[in-house]
């Protein structure tokens, strides 16, 4: 049975930086696409970030250049190292894995398998 647990999430003030980690048991197909989405009650849940089984990434252009998506294979674990943090990034954050892709791994929910059960992400102003 798959399990990915989220944790790192918290309360910080505008340009401050918090680390998201993702704990990943009963998955362990590395090469696989995974990613972090975040959703504000009333909408969509959308991507922040994905990473593929060769390392590549991808980022919408809203958090370009302020989060960095990675992945410790032997630790089965996937992080979020988000900086320069804005009030408006405010959302729940999940974790996602795929059980297809490996690489172009997409920013919209749509084919990941498997999620987390979130962590709350508070930047004030």
């Known amino acids: 049975q798959v399990q990915l647990v989220e944790s790192g999430g918290g309360s910080v003030q505008a340009g401050g930086s918090l680390r998201l980690s993702c704990a990943a048991s009963?998955?362990?197909?590395?090469?696989?696409?995974m990613g972090w989405f975040r959703q504000v009650a009333g909408k969509e849940r959308e991507g922040v970030a994905t990473?593929?089984?060769?390392?590549?990434?991808y980022y919408p252009d809203s958090v370009k250049g302020r989060f960095t998506i990675f992945r410790d294979n032997a630790k089965h674990t996937l992080y979020l190292q988000m900086d320069s943090l804005k009030p408006e990034v405010t959302a729940m954050y999940y974790c996602?894995?795929?059980?297809?892709?490996?690489?172009?791994?997409?920013?919209?929910?749509?084919?990941?398998?498997?999620w987390g059960q979130g962590t709350q992400v508070t930047v004030s102003s």
């Open positions: 990473i593929g089984g060769d390392g590549s990434t």
């Open positions: 996602a894995a795929d059980i297809g892709r490996t690489i172009y791994c997409p920013l919209r929910r749509t084919g990941y398998a498997y």
């Open positions: 009963g998955y362990t197909d590395n090469g696989r696409c």
